[in-house]
């Protein structure tokens, strides 16, 4: 901007100056000697002293303009002067970053090159000027705490991907990363900086060294005697890694931390200072004089209650001020240096914003008297100066800084014409304006006062058996409970002084809602909300520029402020309409998703890509909510899914060129395919829509046009006359009452959106300090033990430990304070509130998008994963500083997630995988926990037993696994000695994490095994087919297992050193898991079912049993073969397989056997009996194990077994004796048998008798079976197994087979095994007694 002149060349807004001969029209004008005492008044001649003031010459307007220059270029340096290069430093000015010539690697730099962000793995900027002599500094605004090397090179520094700023002999850097300095080679130096602190970087050429600072406080002299003299010259730089990002302040804007003899690179615009001080004074000066007139004279007045009344005197003086002062406010430095401080000045003395009217009034002149785009530029340069010194303010214990920089902030919000053309032009567009509603976390405690604040510091000292926290222990002493409470008082003196910030930040976001202000224009509340929109459009999108994403620590922080104000608006709309949703019961209409108001970009709906749903639910529409799809869009959208490549393209164009539907293409810093195409789309299609009236008559057709986020007003968005804006498309099962104002409902629908983007997985992040406290505290508990048992002879343990006390004692100091900061900003009891009340909106969407039937499938995924989320993050992050039980109607909540979660992880309407994954683990992780099963049992009996049928579908097609873990959770705490939490051998290792769903007591659910047990009992189809499924399903899972087992023992015999691949270890344990898992639903369906095995009227029942005995037979045998390589794995205890072991898999067997052969009638125990001991892979000594009975004593038994028939395992493999080995024979003697008696914790007495009747049941059993078995003739044997008699015909081809195999083969086939003739029945086979 040209700085302007005198009145002479007045290029801006007439005023018309009065003259004496207009004097007696000019009502208001007072009279010549008035008015002279008037201008000498607020115009002081600097060269005349107070005794002259009789003697000056009478000031008039029209000599106000050559006394106004004559006083403001007053003691102006000569241009000669002024333009004379400073000894000791080269290069032009502005000092910018070097984005020429002067850089390595890939950066972003900003429009004004002093902002850069790392795009390469270490990249390295430097700036345009360099200095050699003299004593210099610039400033370093830390965007990003990463690593970075900051500090002076030369121009002989070469840099590449791996070396940067520090790592060449001439140049130096200060890390505050790694808190090191480097030249070559790197010592520690200095103190970890964060995100919002400044570096100042000091160089003294007289000295020749090197000093940093951060935030003001000198880190010492990090170099000494560095190279000087003549041709070495250093310049500012930095290296940085991928998307660190800073900015540089070189003296383009005051320092925030000067040092006394050090000089800025770039000279401050000291003549324009001096002019615009001179003239703040003039305009000071008016502010605070009145003009009597009755009296005729002047009357001193307190400039705060100055009031624009139109006189025009004070009008005309003003604007000659304003004729010089208006061109200097579109100066970033004075702007800064001088508005923004006399405004702050302004509010300095306390009080609401609102008692400080000045500011509002001074905006208003503004407006008035200087040109439009000079205020634009003025009020852009103020935003950016206060959201700068916003965010790099020091933290201080009453956040003094960023409660004077918001105060102003939300002042100028005040003013409806600056804050129109704020939002419109400069809140979103310009400024990452989000900065305003965060509140940084302190990384150094002392720093931030919390200190003095929290003065005591405490952590739990009391742990239970699981290592989790125990709340106000019985035991807890006196002094510990007298800490505990100090420090909780801290804690709420500081949650006072956060509130105030928040309380002001809530304030701001009020003022950007309004939607009354419509006197000028649109109401601010619809261009926030076409601005919030793109907002989330740039951050939704995962091809965007990284530049363009919102850090998440600022999304949670503008969440939970926005989720006040939009609930403070609704409640407000709400009293004025009566019988409108309060917002406690806010939710989203589902019109929104399929009327095409909305713009949800490309982002992913339950039912698949939108051109796809628009294509198939057209007819669904049209009937339901009155909405015809124009087959033309149709067209277009099919298309514009194909042509992606050729619009990204498009969307790339020069600025200028026409884009598609004649709307401008974007400027190319602005381009990415996602945007590109998003403005494609949104110009081209369009939605032909009936007006909804009900009952229908001939319906009314209108055309609407989607428009682009940025082209909407107000009534496409409230819409008017008969026109439902927002919610056109009403369908019938939608209650037809007033909700809220629908821009209001966009806004919540956006919020759901940011949560989902990346609030929730930075709540999950922030929960690390609570986990460390916790790390530390049981650290220093057990050091404290060891302490206490250390004998006297061993002072120096005694010393070492000691030292290790004081570390950890020091660090939970430091963690106990920082806790209580996170815990006041984060995980507060409102900020529980907040995601509760979005967990409930998502709840009650879902709900009602729901009851659309098929439409449902346009409601967008995140919906569903918010609702997922928001409970988990209740649940495991806000605990255990507030407690989900004291939430308003929360068991209600829980319920109603339950039914959600029940009936649409199985629903047809959603296709997505990833969505479906998500909901089988969210019930999968609820049934795990005692408050949500009890909820999934009080949802209605109809959808109970739905989700039960849903879970029975036979496990193929489909993943599997998580619906095997529910019923297994169902059953955990009912099985045979499956009451444990954690496996038997694993009790003396530390989980990982306590809180894991699989590590939580057992809780069965006795009413929906019931349900279980009457679905499998009635359909009989069902149950066979799922019956059939788990059984394959299993051969699948052990059989991969034994594979991997032996994989494993060969690499562990091999001389060589050898690493088996984790990732294999890991396949390994989760077969074994999901063998285990398997095992355990045969058995809760054996116990809860018996006659779908044992009711030989059932047309598969024998079939299944068959294939059971088979099974277990071949697990048995898999697991206690002596010295086998079942034992030889898991006494390697290799690390990713400490799951495997022989407890659980061989009581799940264990389990199944007690159920079938001791728990049931008699005939269905003999029918077991004779089923289990015909399989050919029965051998006894296996049961025998299992009481550690095993060994030599059973030879005999096996002998006899082994003498009916060869032994021949279901997978097809012989089960060889093992091979003897001298190390075998002396590792089997010394180590114990398994033995069920070992774990008498685990496995109940009454359980071990049951085993030990089986074990003598079958015991006899086989010897009467042994001795009544004829050898069989091999003419006789299945000639499709050989291992039972032939004892089924087919028909019509008379072929022969066993029972088993004709059985087995029916299921997936319907030819004969031999000629291929189509089977028609099967008949029972005896063999004719006379052959």
């Not at 370093?140 to 970075?148: E, H, K, N, P």
């Not at 149709?634 to 490549?645: F, G, R, V």
């Not at 297992?1041 to 984790?1062: H, K, L, S, Y």
Request: charge should be negative; include cysteine.
């Amino acid at each position: 901007m040209s700085s302007k002149g005198g009145s002479t060349v007045l290029t801006r807004r007439n005023y018309r100056l009065a003259s004496d001969t207009d004097k007696p029209r000019a009502t208001g004008i007072v009279n010549e000697k008035l008015l002279s005492d008037f201008l000498h008044h607020v115009f002081p001649s600097t060269k005349q002293g107070p005794a002259l003031a009789s003697l000056r010459k009478p000031l008039g307007f029209q000599d106000l303009s050559a006394h106004l220059e004559r006083l403001v270029s007053e003691g102006e340096p000569s241009e000669d002067r002024a333009d004379q290069p400073v000894e000791g430093r080269l290069g032009p000015q502005p000092v910018v970053l070097d984005h020429t010539s002067g850089f390595e690697g890939l950066l972003f730099v900003d429009d004004d090159l002093l902002g850069v962000i790392g795009h390469s793995n270490f990249s390295s900027i430097r700036a345009t000027t360099c200095v050699y002599k003299g004593k210099w500094a610039y400033e370093v605004l830390i965007s990003s705490q990463g690593l970075m090397q900051i500090g002076w090179c030369t121009l002989n520094c070469r840099f590449n991907q791996e070396e940067g700023v520090g790592d060449t002999p001439d140049s130096y850097a200060y890390d505050g990363n790694r808190v090191r300095k480097w030249n070559v080679t790197t010592t520690n130096y200095g103190k970890s900086w964060a995100a919002g602190d400044i570096v100042s970087c000091l160089i003294d050429l007289d000295e020749g060294t090197i000093t940093f600072c951060l935030n003001g406080q000198s880190l010492g002299t990090a170099f000494t005697n560095i190279k000087m003299g003549p041709g070495v010259a250093y310049f500012p730089a930095i290296s940085l890694s991928f998307k660190e990002s800073v900015a540089f302040n070189f003296g383009s804007r005051p320092l925030r931390y000067p040092v006394d003899g050090y000089l800025p690179l770039q000279n401050p615009p000291t003549a324009d200072l001096v002019k615009a001080h001179k003239l703040l004074g003039y305009m000071k000066n008016v502010l605070g004089t009145a003009i009597d007139t009755q009296e005729e004279k002047l009357v001193e007045k307190d400039c705060a209650v100055w009031r624009l009344h139109g006189d025009p005197t004070v009008l005309i003086t003003l604007a000659h001020i304003f004729n010089h002062f208006a061109p200097l406010m579109c100066k970033v430095y004075l702007v800064e240096d001088v508005l923004m401080n006399f405004l702050l000045g302004i509010l300095e003395g306390g009080g609401s914003v609102d008692e400080h009217p000045l500011i509002q009034q001074l905006l208003d002149l503004f407006w008035l008297l200087m040109e439009d785009y000079e205020v634009n530029e003025c009020l852009k340069q103020l935003m950016m100066s206060l959201l700068r010194a916003y965010r790099f303010s020091p933290i201080i214990p009453d956040l003094g800084f960023q409660i004077h920089y918001l105060r102003l902030t939300t002042a100028i919000l005040h003013h409806e014409k600056s804050r129109k053309y704020l939002l419109n032009n400069v809140l979103f567009d310009v400024l990452r304006s989000v900065v305003f509603f965060y509140i940084k976390t302190p990384l150094r405690v002392k720093e931030a006062g919390l200190e003095e604040l929290i003065l005591t510091t405490w952590w739990p000292t009391h742990f239970d058996k699981e290592g989790k926290d125990e709340r106000e222990p019985a035991d807890e002493s006196a002094d510990e409970r007298l800490r505990r409470r100090a420090y909780e008082r801290g804690c709420q003196r500081l949650k006072k002084r956060i509130e105030v910030v928040e309380e002001l930040q809530v304030q701001i976001l009020k003022l950007l809602l309004n939607n009354k202000d419509k006197s000028t224009g649109e109401a601010s509340r619809y261009i926030f909300l076409n601005k919030f929109r793109k907002f989330l459009q740039e951050n939704a999108s995962n091809r965007g520029h990284p530049t363009a994403l919102c850090p998440p620590e600022y999304m949670v922080c503008f969440l939970h402020r926005l989720i006040t104000a939009v609930r403070a608006s609704w409640d407000d709309s709400n009293r004025t309409s009566p019988g409108s949703v309060s917002s406690d019961e806010a939710y989203v209409p589902p019109q929104l998703f399929y009327n095409g108001k909305v713009d949800y970009f490309d982002l992913q709906r339950l039912g698949g890509l939108l051109s796809h749903l628009k294509k198939t639910l057209k007819d669904d529409l049209a009937s339901k909510a009155n909405i015809i799809i124009d087959p033309a869009e149709i067209q277009a959208t099919s298309m514009d899914d194909l042509d992606e490549d050729e619009e990204s393209g498009a969307a790339q164009r020069p600025f200028g060129a026409a884009a598609m539907g004649g709307a401008l293409a974007r400027p190319s810093w602005l381009s990415s395919p996602t945007l590109g195409r998003a403005n494609r789309f949104l110009s081209t299609a369009a939605v032909s829509l009936m007006t909804p009236r009900r009952p229908l008559t001939q319906p009314e057709k209108v055309k609407v046009r989607t428009l682009a986020v940025e082209q909407r007003t107000e009534e496409d968005i409230e819409g008017s006359h008969g026109n439902d804006g927002l919610l056109l498309g009403r369908p019938l099962e939608e209650p037809d009452q007033p909700i809220a104002d629908k821009s209001l409902l966009e806004i919540v629908d956006g919020i759901v959106m940011m949560y989902n983007l990346s609030v929730h997985q930075q709540l999950g992040k922030m929960v690390v300090v609570s986990d460390d406290v916790h790390e530390y505290a049981v650290a220093l508990k057990d050091t404290e033990e060891k302490i206490a048992r250390c004998p006297a002879r061993r002072p120096d343990i005694l010393e070492e430990l000691q030292k290790s006390q004081k570390v950890f004692a020091e660090k939970l100091n430091h963690l106990s304070r920082r806790l209580a900061w996170i815990n006041a900003t984060i995980y507060s009891k409102d900020k529980m509130l907040d995601v509760y009340w979005l967990l409930c909106v998502c709840i009650r969407t879902i709900e009602h998008a729901d009851n659309t039937g098929s439409l449902f499938a346009f409601a967008p995924e995140f919906y569903l994963n918010v609702a997922m989320n928001a409970y988990s993050a209740l649940k495991n992050y806000f605990s255990p500083a507030n407690s989900m039980e004291e939430l308003p109607g929360y068991e209600d909540t829980l319920t109603q997630l339950a039914a959600i979660l029940a009936k649409h992880f199985a629903d047809p309407r959603i296709v997505g995988t990833d969505i479906k994954d998500s909901l089988m683990q969210a019930l999968a992780s609820y049934v795990c926990y005692p408050q949500s099963l009890r909820a999934v049992e009080r949802i209605p009996e109809e959808q109970r037993v739905a989700m039960m049928r849903n879970l029975l579908a036979p496990y193929e097609q489909r993943p599997w696994a998580q619906t095997n873990w529910i019923l297994v959770r169902l059953w955990r705490g009912c099985g045979f000695g499956y009451r444990y939490t954690r496996l038997p051998h694993l009790l003396k290792t530390k989980p990982e994490d306590a809180n894991l769903p699989s590590l939580q007591k057992p809780c069965p659910s006795l009413l929906l095994q019931r349900h279980m047990a009457e679905l499998l009992s009635l359909d009989k189809d069902m149950a066979a087919s799922f019956l059939n499924s788990v059984l394959n399903q299993l051969n699948w899972a052990f059989s991969e297992f034994i594979g991997m087992i032996q994989e494993i023992q060969q690499a562990a015999e091999r001389p060589e050193r050898n690493f088996v691949d984790t990732r294999q270890l890991k396949v390994c344990a989760t077969c074994f898991d999901l063998s285990v898992s398997l095992l355990r639903v045969l058995e809760m369906t054996v116990t809860l079912v018996p006659e779908i095995f044992l009711d030989w009227s059932r047309p598969s029942a024998e079939l299944l049993l068959r294939r059971l005995a088979q099974l277990l037979n071949q697990v048995l045998n898999r697991v206690t073969a002596e010295k086998n390589l079942f034992d030889r794995v898991v006494n390697l205890r290799l690390p990713g397989l400490e799951s495997v072991d022989h407890y659980p898999i061989l009581v799940a067997v264990t389990g199944i056997l007690v159920r079938i052969l001791v728990d049931g009638d008699r005939q269905g125990v003999s029918r077991a009996a004779s089923v289990l001991l015909s399989d050919p892979c029965f051998q006894l000594h296996s049961i025998q194990h299992l009481l550690g009975e095993g060994g030599d004593s059973s030879s005999s038994a096996v002998a006899v077994t082994s003498s009916i028939r060869p032994v021949v395992g279901s997978l097809g493999s012989t089960v060889a004796p093992p091979i003897p080995s001298a190390a075998g024979n002396t590792a089997s003697s010394e180590r114990k048998h398994f033995s069920l008696h070992a774990y008498t914790d685990y496995i109940s007495e009454e359980e071990k008798q049951k085993v030990e009747l089986m074990l003598a049941f079958l015991t006899e059993e086989s010897k009467q079976a042994a001795a009544s078995t004829a050898p069989t003739s091999e003419e006789d044997l299945c000639p499709i197994c050989y291992a039972h008699s032939i004892s089924a015909i087919f028909k019509p081809c008379s072929h022969k087979s066993c029972k088993a195999c004709i059985n087995q083969h029916l299921m997936n086939n319907k030819d004969c095994f031999f000629c291929k003739a189509t089977i028609t029945g099967v008949e029972d086979y005896s063999k004719p007694a006379s052959s």
